[in-house]
């Protein structure tokens, strides 16, 4: 699986829109983009995955650039509760359904 | 729907002893991964089960040792444990063998003295 970079911390007042990069310079084509979060004390949380277009959901978007190789996963109006670690993991079709971790980003809401 | 869940939740033991540790996926998971998560490694899988058979298994050495039941129910082992097993254990359930979306439990937090 390709190799992802992430900030290591970010910051984000309350009600405003977090934009969360990752760099994925070396994915390749059959590769996807997964996003996942840790509350503090608490089990990782599904967040969104893509492979090339754009993807929304109740929780996120994620922005897939056209080249793929970084994306930006967007939480519209961020609120305290989201506080917590983003990990971005770019997922191969390995058949498996193993997720390599990296350090993601600490994302802080404040008020 | 309940969610993964996790036994014990929290746990002390003492070098050289053996933990075992156990998960419940949701119910129609099939798949049930673990995870290792400390300070200074961060997340690392441990092992990945489908039906009855290890699919996957990451670096970790022979103390660590899993199983999954027919009803997909999930255990792990460690024994002769080492003061740097202690950790976060988590364990993930999925729909199907190669699914990326995975449901966590809260972890069993191990205590090695």
């Known amino acids: 699986d390709a190799k992802t970079t992430q900030p290591t911390s970010m910051d984000c007042a309350e009600g405003r829109a977090a934009n969360l990069p990752c760099n994925h310079s070396t994915i390749s084509g059959n590769e996807y983009v997964y996003w996942y979060r840790q509350i503090h004390s608490q089990g990782p949380q599904y967040i969104i995955h893509g492979l090339k277009n754009n993807e929304t959901n109740e929780m996120a978007s994620l922005i897939i650039t056209e080249d793929r190789k970084s994306s930006t996963l967007i939480l519209p109006h961020a609120t305290l509760r989201d506080t917590a670690v983003y990990y971005c993991i770019v997922r191969g079709g390995s058949g498996y359904s193993t997720l390599t971790f990296g350090k993601g980003t600490m994302l802080l809401v404040s008020p | 729907k309940a969610g993964v869940t996790q036994t014990p939740r929290y746990l002390i033991k003492t070098r050289g002893q053996q933990v075992t540790l156990s998960c419940s996926p949701i119910s129609g998971h099939r798949s049930v991964s673990w995870y290792q998560q400390t300070p200074g490694q961060g997340l690392q899988f441990l092992f990945e089960y489908f039906s009855e058979t290890q699919r996957n298994k990451g670096n970790f050495p022979g103390r660590f040792s899993g199983r999954q039941f027919s009803n997909s129910r999930s255990e792990m082992n460690v024994s002769t444990l080492e003061l740097g097993d202690s950790a976060l254990y988590l364990c993930?359930?999925?729909?199907?063998?190669?699914?990326?979306?995975?449901?966590f439990g809260e972890g069993s937090r191990l205590t090695v003295l």
């Open positions: 993930a359930s999925s729909w199907t063998a190669a699914s990326g979306e995975l449901f």
